[in-house]
């Protein structure tokens, strides 16, 4: 008989669990929970480990050794780029994307061996940026919930595959060329009925169905479609997608804005910019009430601006630049868009009538309303406006004394060009007599200032040294003025110019050779001035800054560029290291505006001087240089061989799109 101290009572006993029984039971309850949730130590599965060394194997590039880690002896849960599930040890995500993805040699490429359809438990695959063949058995993956396949590498006969992943949520092509895909690609999409973003940007689609027979792709609410060439209208069953709030149809040669995009009402972000679209903004706009960024900039709307823009509270980014609009907006068209902070209506046939009494309740960064009338009085609204970065109000009808409270804004770049202000920072093209004013070398708030045109004006008289303050200077236009006495050496000790002009002027004295260690300088224009002596041969110290963009600019490159400058978005936000900006140069005689690509431009201009001694070899150095212009000058002796030599890219603007062509340097000597 047991003694009742080594008996177990059951709980409906009237006796309790002894003590350390009832800590038994809590303790063997702890670690059977503690079994389940732990995650496993074992590693990843042996089967998936030898599928994943098989598609190695199947690679023909690996420059920059990402697979390194991949090793037989290694858990592959902790190869780069493998996510396992912690508690079955089977591979869930492999990401092999490309951390440069506009760098072609740092990209892995080769074939996908059949062997990566072992890994069965995969959701997530990112092979974007590389340089793949797709294989459509890619559709037994059935439990991927996201593909990135962006590359402009890649391409594939059909997308019948896709139809197969009904777990996908994120499906990203964009780039790869879908061409002969294009016939049945909507049809294979539209299966994917639980899809939540879809990419599908440049990748050389014709064919947009105006209509499909049941719309599954109920869930979806990213859809980017740019860069196509569907030429169409849109199409029916783009307004079923109810729960869209980002949709980019921009440059894709879509034609007429049509009522039903007033159903989207979910919508944060509507791109269609630069597209065929003509006709008026549909009222329908002001149901948008979510938007936050609005794009139709480049294409032929014309008619008003509806009122009902007005309605669209939550607005950030407003651009309508580039059509053919005209009529009034007044205040009512902004009285409630309190956190709109960008603004682009240039180049249209608007009238900006707002009174002079009205204070807006936004805050504006970016103004750009260059082309439009705004005058004849200076905008007083602006006077509320604290967080101004860039303003263009050139060409605006304004015949009017600047403010000076106007000059105490923080903006970087002012351009106020092609307008008849009496006091004036593109200050060019005015009626300013004398002097540089004095309110503008003193003002405190301009220290960020990084572009100063006060060209085409009647300034004259040495340059003050206070505009040395403006140490971020990186473009002066000071041209076709009358300033006297000897370029300044400030020029050369405290800024980081990038472009300097100050061309028909009356300088004199020698050209600072210091000006050939500015590392960034890379357009100058001396010309039609009085200066003398030697070229500088510090000027062969320039082909650092000339070529910096020339090596850079890989084809893949030059069509992104060619996209941002048909788009709204700064260049500066795409590369760290390019400026918006534009200048007046003279080439062959004839007078060229470079914008937006400026910083492409490589021109040394020293021409119609009294400059003497021999040209120095070192600007034969100059491999980038696109004009070199030293005619009308005292040279003597030889020119140097190594100038005839040079060849380079060549850009040109013409209505905000740029050629590209190789062509020899043109070289100008004449005496």
Same mark, same amino acid.
């Given at each position: 008989?047991?003694?009742?101290?080594?008996?177990?009572?059951?709980?409906?006993?009237?006796?309790?669990?002894?003590?350390?029984?009832?800590?038994?039971?809590?303790?063997?309850?702890?670690?059977?929970?503690?079994?389940?949730?732990?995650?496993?130590?074992?590693?990843?599965?042996?089967?998936?480990?030898?599928?994943?060394?098989?598609?190695?194997?199947?690679?023909?590039?690996?420059?920059?050794?990402?697979?390194?880690?991949?090793?037989?002896?290694?858990?592959?849960?902790?190869?780069?780029?493998?996510?396992?599930?912690?508690?079955?040890?089977?591979?869930?995500?492999?990401?092999?994307?490309?951390?440069?993805?506009?760098?072609?040699?740092?990209?892995?490429?080769?074939?996908?061996?059949?062997?990566?359809?072992?890994?069965?438990?995969?959701?997530?695959?990112?092979?974007?940026?590389?340089?793949?063949?797709?294989?459509?058995?890619?559709?037994?993956?059935?439990?991927?919930?996201?593909?990135?396949?962006?590359?402009?590498?890649?391409?594939?006969?059909?997308?019948?595959?896709?139809?197969?992943?009904?777990?996908?949520?994120?499906?990203?092509?964009?780039?790869?060329?879908?061409?002969?895909?294009?016939?049945?690609?909507?049809?294979?999409?539209?299966?994917?009925?639980?899809?939540?973003?879809?990419?599908?940007?440049?990748?050389?689609?014709?064919?947009?169905?105006?209509?499909?027979?049941?719309?599954?792709?109920?869930?979806?609410?990213?859809?980017?479609?740019?860069?196509?060439?569907?030429?169409?209208?849109?199409?029916?069953?783009?307004?079923?997608?109810?729960?869209?709030?980002?949709?980019?149809?921009?440059?894709?040669?879509?034609?007429? /804005? #049509?009522? @039903? !995009? =007033?159903? $989207?009402?979910? +919508?944060?972000?509507?791109?269609?910019?630069?597209? &065929?679209?003509? %006709? *008026? /903004? #549909?009222? @329908? !706009? =002001?149901? $948008?009430?979510? +938007?936050?960024?609005?794009?139709?900039?480049?294409? &032929?709307?014309? %008619? *008003?601006? #509806?009122?009902? !823009? =007005?309605? $669209?509270?939550? +607005?950030?980014?407003?651009?309508?630049?580039?059509? &053919?609009?005209? %009529?009034?907006?007044?205040?009512?068209?902004?009285?409630?868009?309190?956190?709109?902070?960008?603004?682009?209506?240039?180049?249209?046939?608007?009238?900006?009538?707002?009174?002079?009494?009205?204070?807006?309740?936004?805050?504006?960064?970016?103004?750009?309303?260059?082309?439009?009338?705004?005058?004849?009085?200076?905008?007083?609204?602006?006077?509320?406006?604290?967080?101004?970065?860039?303003?263009?109000?050139?060409?605006?009808?304004?015949?009017?004394?600047?403010?000076?409270?106007?000059?105490?804004?923080?903006?970087?770049?002012?351009?106020?060009?092609?307008?008849?202000?009496?006091?004036?920072?593109?200050?060019?093209?005015?009626?300013?007599?004398?002097?540089?004013?004095?309110?503008?070398?003193?003002?405190?708030?301009?220290?960020?200032?990084?572009?100063?045109?006060?060209?085409?004006?009647?300034?004259?008289?040495?340059?003050?040294?206070?505009?040395?303050?403006?140490?971020?200077?990186?473009?002066?236009?000071?041209?076709?003025?009358?300033?006297?006495?000897?370029?300044?050496?400030?020029?050369?000790?405290?800024?980081?110019?990038?472009?300097?002009?100050?061309?028909?002027?009356?300088?004199?004295?020698?050209?600072?050779?210091?000006?050939?260690?500015?590392?960034?300088?890379?357009?100058?224009?001396?010309?039609?001035?009085?200066?003398?002596?030697?070229?500088?041969?510090?000027?062969?110290?320039?082909?650092?800054?000339?070529?910096?963009?020339?090596?850079?600019?890989?084809?893949?490159?030059?069509?992104?560029?060619?996209?941002?400058?048909?788009?709204?978005?700064?260049?500066?936000?795409?590369?760290?290291?390019?400026?918006?900006?534009?200048?007046?140069?003279?080439?062959?005689?004839?007078?060229?505006?470079?914008?937006?690509?400026?910083?492409?431009?490589?021109?040394?201009?020293?021409?119609?001087?009294?400059?003497?001694?021999?040209?120095?070899?070192?600007?034969?150095?100059?491999?980038?240089?696109?004009?070199?212009?030293?005619?009308?000058?005292?040279?003597?002796?030889?020119?140097?061989?190594?100038?005839?030599?040079?060849?380079?890219?060549?850009?040109?603007?013409?209505?905000?799109?740029?050629?590209?062509?190789?062509?020899?340097?043109?070289?100008?000597?004449?005496?």
């Amino acid at each position: 008989m047991h003694s009742p101290n080594s008996m177990a009572y059951c709980s409906r006993s009237k006796h309790p669990v002894p003590p350390h029984y009832s800590f038994g039971l809590w303790l063997t309850s702890i670690l059977l929970f503690t079994a389940a949730t732990t995650p496993t130590t074992k590693g990843c599965v042996e089967g998936e480990r030898d599928a994943l060394l098989a598609f190695k194997a199947g690679l023909v590039k690996d420059p920059s050794s990402r697979l390194s880690s991949w090793r037989g002896r290694v858990d592959c849960c902790r190869w780069s780029g493998v996510v396992c599930d912690n508690r079955t040890g089977h591979v869930v995500e492999l990401n092999l994307q490309n951390s440069d993805p506009y760098n072609g040699e740092t990209s892995i490429g080769g074939e996908i061996r059949p062997s990566l359809l072992l890994l069965t438990h995969l959701e997530r695959l990112d092979l974007s940026h590389n340089d793949f063949a797709i294989p459509p058995q890619l559709g037994n993956l059935s439990s991927l919930r996201s593909l990135d396949l962006n590359s402009y590498g890649l391409s594939t006969d059909g997308l019948h595959w896709l139809s197969r992943l009904s777990s996908l949520r994120y499906l990203d092509m964009g780039g790869a060329n879908l061409s002969m895909a294009s016939h049945n690609w909507l049809q294979a999409v539209n299966m994917l009925s639980s899809l939540k973003e879809l990419q599908l940007s440049d990748c050389g689609l014709t064919d947009l169905p105006s209509s499909l027979s049941h719309v599954n792709l109920t869930e979806l609410a990213t859809l980017d479609l740019h860069g196509n060439l569907f030429n169409s209208t849109f199409p029916n069953w783009l307004w079923k997608l109810h729960n869209l709030s980002y949709l980019d149809l921009s440059s894709s040669m879509f034609h007429v /804005i #049509p009522s @039903g !995009i =007033g159903n $989207l009402t979910g +919508l944060r972000e509507l791109h269609l910019n630069d597209n &065929s679209l003509f %006709g *008026p /903004i #549909p009222f @329908g !706009i =002001g149901n $948008l009430t979510s +938007l936050r960024e609005l794009y139709l900039s480049d294409n &032929s709307l014309t %008619g *008003p601006v #509806p009122i009902e !823009i =007005g309605k $669209l509270s939550n +607005l950030i980014i407003l651009s309508l630049s580039n059509n &053919s609009l005209e %009529g009034t907006m007044s205040e009512l068209h902004f009285a409630h868009l309190t956190k709109l902070s960008e603004l682009y209506l240039f180049e249209n046939s608007l009238v900006i009538s707002i009174d002079h009494n009205w204070v807006p309740p936004f805050q504006l960064q970016y103004i750009q309303l260059n082309s439009c009338k705004l005058g004849p009085a200076f905008p007083r609204w602006l006077r509320s406006q604290n967080s101004i970065e860039d303003l263009d109000m050139s060409n605006t009808s304004i015949e009017d004394v600047s403010p000076r409270w106007f000059w105490n804004n923080s903006a970087s770049s002012i351009d106020l060009s092609q307008n008849q202000i009496n006091e004036l920072l593109d200050l060019s093209h005015n009626r300013i007599n004398g002097s540089i004013p004095s309110f503008i070398c003193n003002l405190t708030r301009l220290l960020d200032l990084k572009s100063l045109h006060l060209n085409n004006n009647s300034l004259h008289g040495h340059l003050s040294l206070s505009l040395k303050r403006y140490y971020k200077l990186i473009l002066l236009d000071l041209g076709d003025n009358k300033f006297s006495g000897n370029i300044p050496m400030w020029i050369t000790q405290n800024l980081k110019l990038k472009g300097l002009r100050l061309s028909s002027n009356m300088f004199s004295g020698n050209i600072p050779a210091e000006l050939g260690q500015l590392e960034y300088l890379h357009v100058i224009d001396l010309s039609n001035n009085k200066l003398s002596g030697p070229v500088p041969s510090s000027f062969g110290n320039l082909d650092t800054a000339m070529t910096y963009w020339l090596q850079h600019l890989t084809c893949r490159d030059a069509r992104l560029t060619y996209r941002a400058l048909k788009s709204d978005c700064p260049l500066s936000e795409l590369f760290d290291d390019i400026y918006d900006d534009s200048i007046t140069l003279t080439t062959k005689g004839k007078n060229f505006i470079f914008s937006n690509i400026l910083y492409l431009v490589n021109i040394i201009d020293l021409s119609n001087n009294n400059l003497t001694g021999e040209i120095p070899v070192e600007i034969g150095s100059l491999s980038a240089l696109q004009t070199l212009n030293l005619s009308k000058n005292n040279f003597a002796g030889q020119i140097p061989e190594a100038i005839g030599g040079m060849k380079l890219f060549y850009f040109a603007t013409v209505d905000k799109m740029y050629d590209k062509a190789y062509v020899a340097v043109k070289i100008r000597m004449r005496n």
